[in-house]
């Protein structure tokens, strides 16, 4: 399941680096994974924005992003956090590959 999710982020970036809106809305209906990875593709992209996506590295913007989203989310108590460092790092790293981040 984890890499299914893992995969699933990686797609919906390399797809949607150009269409970030349509990945980074969902509705209130939406599972707490979706509306994770939609905070966290959203983070990660304004923080590319402003130039500050890889100054800690993958490991520590990762836990930023993650936390950040959690806090935004109130998700903690739906045990997503360790799956979502893994993603995270997974969306940090493939806009670093896709040339999107130096």
Known sequence: MKK???LGAALVLMAGCA??????????????KTRMRACMVSEA???FQAG??????????AD????????????????????SQSTAESI?????????AD
């Open 19 to 32: 269409d970030l809106p349509k990945y980074t809305a969902v509705d209130s209906n939406a599972s707490a």
């Open 64 to 83: 930023e992003i993650v936390n950040t989203c959690i806090k935004k989310l109130a998700l903690q108590s739906a045990g997503i956090s360790e799956e």
């Open 4 to 6: 299914i999710f893992i």
């Open 92 to 100: 940090i790293t493939n806009l670093k590959n896709m040339g999107y």
């Open 52 to 61: 500050t996506l890889l100054t800690k590295g993958i490991s520590a913007t």
């Open 45 to 47: 992209n304004a923080k």
